[in-house]
């Protein structure tokens, strides 16, 4: 089991910047794909971006691009999502996500089908 615990959240007004950390615990974290995704109120839950467990690899969906960073700390056992320029349509519940255990697992895994592992989300508001 992964147990995973996102921290950051909160009230914004556009154009303003938050950074999301997420804490994991219980496995070997470099074993994993770590990743965000994004649920709005009456949307489904959509990908954000991922990390390769070296860290040298990412990918975001086209709509944070270039506004949202993310990174990982493998001493720490941390992932983060650096969020500027913020829009009100980034309005959401952000969720951790852990993919993989084996290194096999690549960032197209978590893309196609989600995550093994989630927190339990932390409510992002942009105001406009």
């Known amino acids: 089991q992964v147990q995973l615990v996102e921290s950051g959240g909160g009230v914004v007004q556009a154009g303003g910047s938050l950074r999301l950390s997420c804490a994991a615990s219980?496995?070997?974290?470099?074993?994993?794909?770590m990743g965000w995704f994004r649920q709005a109120p009456g949307k489904e839950r959509e990908f954000v971006a991922a990390?390769?467990?070296?860290?040298?690899?990412?990918d975001y969906t086209d709509s944070v691009k270039g506004r949202f960073t993310v990174s990982r700390d493998n001493a720490k056992n941390t992932v983060s999502l650096q969020m500027n320029s913020l829009k009100p349509e980034d309005t959401a519940v952000y969720y951790c996500?852990?993919?993989?255990?084996?290194?096999?697992?690549?960032?197209?895994?978590?893309?196609?089908?989600?995550?093994?592992?989630w927190g339990q989300g932390t409510q992002v508001t942009v105001s406009s």
């Open positions: 996500a852990a993919v993989g255990g084996s290194r096999l697992a690549t960032i197209a895994t978590m893309k196609l089908r989600g995550a093994d592992y």
């Open positions: 990390i390769s467990w070296s860290g040298g690899s990412t």
């Open positions: 219980g496995r070997t974290f470099t074993n994993y794909i």
